[in-house]
Antibody
C-alpha cells in the first residue's frame, strides 16, 4: 500500500523559510516522479513542483520559481520542498503525491501558515 | 497553459440519483491524460479515474469517466452517501504546468 507522510509545516512569518519532508513507503520510490500539490484554505488544488526519478528534471509553478526548491533522496525514500521568501499567499495545505501521470497516491498533507 | 473549467460549480442531488460532472479544456487533451479525483472535507484527494475512463484500484463501478478532445465527463450512476464530496479533473498531457479544474461540489439535496 502506498504511504506518504508529510511533515515540517507550521506557522512562519512573511519572508521566512520552511522545509517540508515526505516519507514514502509501500512502493519503489526511485521509480516514480514525485510532486507537491497545495490547497489554500477553502480553495482548489494547485500543482506546485515535480521532480523526475533521478532528480535530473525539476519543474515549478511560476509563482514559486526562484523561491522553492524540490529535491529527493532515493536512498531515504524521501521527498523535500525547501520554501524560502514565504508570502501570505503560500498559506496552504501541502500534499506530496506519487506521480504516475495521474497522482496515484497522496499524503495527508501538512499545513503551512504564513502570517505575522 | 491548459485551463480546465468544471461545471456546474455545485450539484445538489439526492442519494440514488445520477450525477453528471463536466470538465472542459481550453485546448484538446489526449484522453490518455485526463484524471478525476474525489476530495472529502479534511481529507487528501483520492484518484478515481485516469486515462479519462479507467477506474483506479478499488474504485466502485458506479464511477465512470468518458470524453475526448476538450469535453470530459465523470458520471456517478447512483449516488451513495459517501459520494457527497468535491470532484476535480486534472490534465497531465501538456506540462508544465500540470493543471486542475476548480472543482465541482456534489451536495445532498
Amino acid at each position: 500500500e502506498v504511504q506518504l507522510v508529510e511533515s515540517g509545516g507550521g506557522l512562519v512569518q512573511p519572508g521566512g523559510s520552511l522545509r517540508l519532508s515526505c516519507a514514502a513507503s509501500g512502493f519503489t520510490f526511485s521509480s516514480y516522479w514525485m510532486s507537491w500539490v497545495r490547497q489554500a484554505p477553502g480553495k482548489g488544488l494547485e500543482w506546485v513542483a515535480s521532480i523526475k526519478q533521478d532528480g535530473s528534471e525539476k519543474y515549478y509553478v511560476d509563482s514559486v520559481k526562484g523561491r522553492f526548491t524540490i529535491s529527493r533522496d532515493n536512498a531515504k525514500n524521501s521527498l523535500y520542498l525547501q520554501m524560502n521568501s514565504l508570502r501570505a499567499e503560500d498559506t496552504a495545505v501541502y500534499y506530496c503525491a506519487r506521480d504516475a501521470g495521474a497522482y496515484s497516491g497522496w499524503g495527508q498533507g501538512t499545513l503551512v501558515t504564513v502570517s505575522s | 497553459e491548459i485551463v480546465l473549467t468544471q461545471s456546474p460549480g455545485t450539484l445538489s442531488l439526492s442519494p440514488g440519483e445520477r450525477a453528471t460532472l463536466s470538465c472542459r479544456a481550453s485546448q484538446s487533451v489526449s484522453s490518455s491524460y485526463l484524471a478525476w479525483y474525489q476530495q472529502k472535507p479534511g481529507q487528501a484527494p483520492r484518484l478515481l479515474i485516469y486515462g479519462a475512463s479507467s477506474r483506479a484500484t478499488g474504485i466502485p463501478a458506479r464511477f465512470s469517466g468518458s470524453g475526448s478532445g476538450t469535453e470530459f465527463t465523470l458520471t456517478i450512476s447512483s449516488l451513495q452517501s459517501e459520494d457527497f464530496a468535491v470532484y476535480y479533473c486534472q490534465q497531465y498531457n501538456y506540462w508544465p504546468p500540470w493543471t486542475f479544474g476548480q472543482g465541482t461540489k456534489v451536495e445532498i439535496k
